[in-house]
Every structure is written in structure tokens, then in C-alpha cells.
Nanobody, 123 residues
Framework: QVQLVESGGGLVQAGGSLRLSCAAS????????MGWFRQSPGKERELVAA????????DYADSVKGRFTISRDNAKNTVYLQMGVLKPEDKAGYYC????????????????WGQGTQVTVSS
């Protein structure tokens, strides 16, 4: 069974940067498409970014295009989310997830989930 563990969250000032990591254990991630989601209290979990198994294709929510970059290192079994020019509205719990197919945009299409890491952006 694959376990996903996120890290890298924290408190940052608006305009700052953070890099989130999602490390997998128990099985290789190289056959999965991966996504980063975020969720704030009272809101639905939303896709932030997704990446195909090879890393050759990516997809971003309009709200983060040009500010966030998703990448992966299959040799390290790790997926990253580089977040820049952070805004207070980026504050949320961030979750990585694995899916069988690239292009999945809804949480229900992802079968494996990490426990999440909190990102707080102060204004």
C-alpha cells in the first residue's frame, strides 16, 4: 500500500514562497498521475495542480497559474509544489493525491491521499 506524506507547509508573508513535498513509501509513484489539492474550512477540496506520470504534462487551476509549479522526481518517489507570490487566499490545507489517469480534476477521481500540510499566508 502506498503512503503519501506531505511536508513543507508553514506560515509565510504575502508575496513569499514555499515548496511543498509529497513523499511516497511502500510503492513507486511513477505509474500514477499526481495532484495537489487544497481545502479551506467550509469549502470544497479543489485541484491546484496536476502532473502526469512522466512529468511531461501539467495542469493548473487558473488562480495559481504563473505562481505555482508542480514537478516530480520519480527516482526519489516525490512530487513537489513550488508556490510563489503567495496571497492570503492561498491559505489552506494542501493535500497530495494519486490518480490512475492524468486529467482528473475532481477529488473523487483520486484514490490515494496524504494527510495534508497547512499553509498560512499573512497579509
Amino acid at each position: 500500500q502506498v503512503q503519501l506524506v506531505e511536508s513543507g507547509g508553514g506560515l509565510v508573508q504575502a508575496g513569499g514562497s514555499l515548496r511543498l513535498s509529497c513523499a511516497a513509501s511502500g510503492r513507486t509513484l511513477s505509474t500514477y498521475s499526481m495532484g495537489w489539492f487544497r481545502q479551506s474550512p467550509g469549502k470544497e477540496r479543489e485541484l491546484v495542480a496536476a502532473i502526469s506520470w512522466s512529468g511531461g504534462s501539467t495542469d493548473y487551476a487558473d488562480s495559481v497559474k504563473g505562481r505555482f509549479t508542480i514537478s516530480r522526481d520519480n527516482a526519489k518517489n516525490t512530487v513537489y509544489l513550488q508556490m510563489g507570490v503567495l496571497k492570503p487566499e492561498d491559505k489552506a490545507g494542501y493535500y497530495c493525491a494519486a490518480a490512475g489517469l492524468f486529467g482528473a480534476r475532481h477529488a473523487r477521481e483520486y484514490s490515494l491521499w496524504g494527510q495534508g500540510t497547512q499553509v498560512t499566508v499573512s497579509s
